[in-house]
Every structure is written in structure tokens, then in C-alpha cells.
């Protein structure tokens, strides 16, 4: 912020009204005019003022001390105003801004403005069910910062189904990508599956609830407090899953015995 600089007002000596003399000054300068000069023997001729004193005192006579016309010198600005200071002080109730928001940095891309949300239903973020793999694809690898990999030449190697499993390596994210419908017929390539698993919750990456992949079992009911429950009976390792459905689609939650959440997919990439 600036200071206004005002103007120091400075104030002369004015010259005397002449009716206030003590003596008409005509007479006396008749006299100087008829040959009464008045010379010093240092200055030489003298002003015409002081001439009036001389010649008055000669003939007896008495005038009132003349006032200093000398002008009086203007003050400084210094001596008359306020000068701002060198560096000004801020106000003590000048605003702050506060900190925003911030967002988990995913590896590759620090600071970015948006981390992926998984959500029922096949959905990653704002897309729509069975969105277009090459824009899915190109939104994923741009905030998670590394190239996907081909894992399988097929979106589900168990039945065969045409197309690719796609993986982001070091970040437990995945997806399945069919190039059929459910009756066979070929289509655009799209995202039918997307899966997290560890270590993809240390890169803040979730399902829109919030559960997150290596979270422990019970975990599960907090966040999806209506989801079912359900176990394998062909699995020695007493495998279980939960199943937790909304208005988009439904979300499925993998573990075994009291290990932590092994994976969460959403979709039907094996056509289930």
C-alpha cells in the first residue's frame, strides 16, 4: 500500500501597511530629493529606507521601527510533514488466505487435481458403464503415472471371452477389457471389470464408500453395512467374499480366513 505525500504549507512575513508609519514619508523624501543624500563609507549608497531614518533623526524627528521584510525560508518537508516509513506495516487485519484442499499424489504425477474413484457397476470416476477402453486406458495411466501391461490376451482366460486384461504395475490397479456383448457379437473394445488390490490404498485409490484393498475383514460391514456374505466350500483356505449392490451395480470383496481384503472388483468381465 502507498502513502499520500501532502504538500508542507509555508508561511512569509507580509509587508507593512505604510499608514502605520509615524512619518509621512513625502517630506522626507523631498529632502533626499534637494540634494541630502545620505552615503556610507563600506556600502555606498543605502535603499531609501534607511535613508527616511537618517534624514528623520537629522531634523529631530521619530519614526516606529521598520518590520524585517526578508522572506522567511520554506520549512523542509521534513520539519512539516509525516514521511512514510521505508518498508510499510501490514495491518493487523489483513486476510489470510487459508490452505486448500489436498489430494493424495499418485506416483508420476504429483499434485494431481483428481485421484480415480471406483465405482459399482464397472464405473472409474466420471465414466459411464462399459466406457471406451482407449479413454479409460488414457485417463488411468495419465494419474497413475506409468504404462499399463497386457496380463492376459483374454478377458477371461477361464472361459475364453475375447479380449485383455490390462495392469498398472507397483499400483494393484487393473481392468478387464471385452470386445464382444453378451450374446457374441463383436464391439467396440470396453471396460467390463476393474479391480484394486494392495498396494493401490497407499496411493489413496478406493471405491466411492471408501474401502479399500488390504483393509482388514470387518472393514467390509462398515462401510457396506447391507452387503452379503458369502464363503467357498471348495477352498482350503476358507475364501469368502461379500457382495454389497447400489443403484449402479454391485461391488464384490475377496478375502481368505482373517487375512485382510484381498480384492475388490466390480463388473462382469468373466460374463457373470
Do not use: K
Not at 529632502?31 to 534607511?50: D, F, K, L, Q
Not at 489436498?102 to 480415480?116: N, S, Y
Not at 443403484?247 to 470383496?253: M, N, P, Y
Amino acid at each position: 500500500m502507498g502513502y499520500d505525500l501532502r504538500t508542507a504549507l509555508h508561511q512569509y512575513t507580509h509587508d507593512p501597511d505604510p499608514a502605520a508609519l509615524a512619518v509621512d514619508p513625502a517630506p522626507v523624501g523631498a529632502r533626499v530629493r534637494r540634494g541630502r543624500m545620505v552615503r556610507t563609507a563600506t556600502t555606498g549608497t543605502i535603499s531609501a529606507a534607511a535613508a527616511v531614518v537618517l534624514v528623520a533623526a537629522a531634523y529631530g524627528l521619530t519614526t516606529l521601527p521598520t518590520t524585517d521584510r526578508t522572506p522567511v525560508a520554506p520549512a523542509s518537508p521534513s520539519d512539516s510533514a509525516v514521511q512514510p516509513s521505508a518498508t510499510p506495516t501490514p495491518s493487523a487485519t489483513t486476510p489470510t488466505s487459508e490452505p486448500g484442499p489436498t489430494t493424495t499424489p499418485l506416483p508420476g504425477d504429483p499434485g494431481a487435481a483428481q485421484v480415480p474413484v471406483f465405482r459399482s457397476g464397472a464405473r472409474v470416476s466420471d465414466f459411464p458403464a462399459n466406457a471406451p477402453e482407449a479413454a479409460v486406458v488414457a485417463y488411468l495411466t495419465e494419474r497413475l503415472g506409468v504404462e499399463p501391461e497386457t496380463e492376459a490376451e483374454a478377458a477371461c482366460p477361464t472361459s475364453g471371452l475375447p479380449g485383455r486384461i490390462l495392469g498398472w504395475p507397483g499400483t494393484g490397479v487393473g481392468v478387464r477389457v471385452r470386445t464382444t456383448d453378451d450374446a457374441g457379437g463383436t464391439v467396440d473394445p470396453y471396460i467390463a471389470t476393474w479391480t484394486l488390490m494392495e498396494p493401490s490404498a497407499t496411493l489413496g485409490l478406493a471405491t466411492e464408500a471408501g474401502l479399500t484393498a488390504g483393509a482388514p475383514r470387518e472393514r467390509v460391514l462398515e462401510v457396506y453395512p447391507d452387503a452379503t456374505y458369502g464363503e467357498d466350500e471348495l477352498s482350503s483356505g476358507g475364501d469368502w467374499w461379500f457382495e454389497a449392490t447400489d443403484a449402479g451395480g454391485s461391488i464384490l470383496v475377496i478375502g481368505a480366513g482373517e487375512n485382510p481384503i484381498y480384492r475388490i472388483e466390480s463388473g462382469h468381465g468373466c460374463g457373470e
